[in-house]
């Protein structure tokens, strides 16, 4: 027998492990679709019709847009991310044409602020209140916009959002409606922005709101302007929870 010299190796043994039942389970498809851009051209009376000293919130709604009703056939929600306006500057009277600027203010803090409605339905003005130059000239969030000489055309671009009913004080001497600011990026159900035209049903659909806009001609007399104006609407949207 040959003698060995030294330490015998040590035998390691391989422990035997028990693994976990693996549990295959069955993934869902991702329900959310892409992002998609929808477009149509509406008339905004910014300047109310009755007193023209007074500026109305730009108003939309999204049932009427073209393709819009088209996602419901698949899709059971649906969301704004955001929305752009370009409003065309051209006017018949020249006069106006390069020195007419527009002062873009949003409309949220005004209707955050607005008075809880004393009947249902109301007017425009009771969930968005109309307001002054003056109200809309102190307001923290303003911009002004100059028209581009190429394009003849101002944009903005805002994120829309609505109203929806809300609980408030119990003990009031008068019943009164309270209403909240729904943003539009969270998801809705596709029977907020839509209602089928039936004889029995004069709904118009959800409407989402945007800014104000006040629009200042310098150094021309004598001009007289529409109080609306032709504004391309461009809304982002996005929709989920296959049927």
């Given at each position: ?45 910014f300047i109310n019709n009755t007193n023209e000293n007074l500026h109305e919130a730009y108003r939309f709604t999204v049932h009427d847009m073209p393709g819009f009703i088209d996602y419901q056939t698949v899709y059971s929600h649906f969301r704004i991310l955001k929305a ?160």
């Open positions: 027998m040959v003698r060995r010299y030294g330490k015998y190796r040590k035998r390691r043994f391989k422990k035997v492990r028990r693994r976990p039942m693996r549990r295959y389970r069955r993934s869902r498809g991702k329900t959310t679709s892409r992002v998609v851009v929808l477009t149509t051209d509406r008339n905004w009376f752009k306006i370009v409003i065309s500057t051209q006017y018949a009277d020249n006069k106006a044409q390069g020195q007419t600027s527009y002062l873009i203010v949003g409309s949220r803090p005004f209707a955050a602020t607005n008075m809880p409605l004393t009947r249902y339905p109301a007017y425009d003005s009771y969930w968005v209140p109309y307001v002054t130059e003056d109200e809309l000239r102190q307001a923290r969030w303003q911009r002004m916009h100059y028209p581009s000489t190429t394009t003849q055309a101002i944009s903005a671009t805002f994120y829309p959002y609505t109203l929806v009913g809300t609980l408030g004080p119990a003990y009031l001497e008068k019943d009164v409606f309270f209403q909240r600011i729904w943003e539009g990026k969270k998801w809705m159900p596709f029977c907020w922005a839509w209602n089928p035209k039936t004889p029995n049903s004069d709904s118009t659909g959800l409407s989402f709101f945007g800014p104000y806009m006040v629009r200042n001609i310098a150094n021309a007399t004598g001009v007289t302007l529409p109080n609306a104006v032709t504004a391309q609407l461009k809304v982002w949207l996005q929709f989920k929870g296959q049927k």
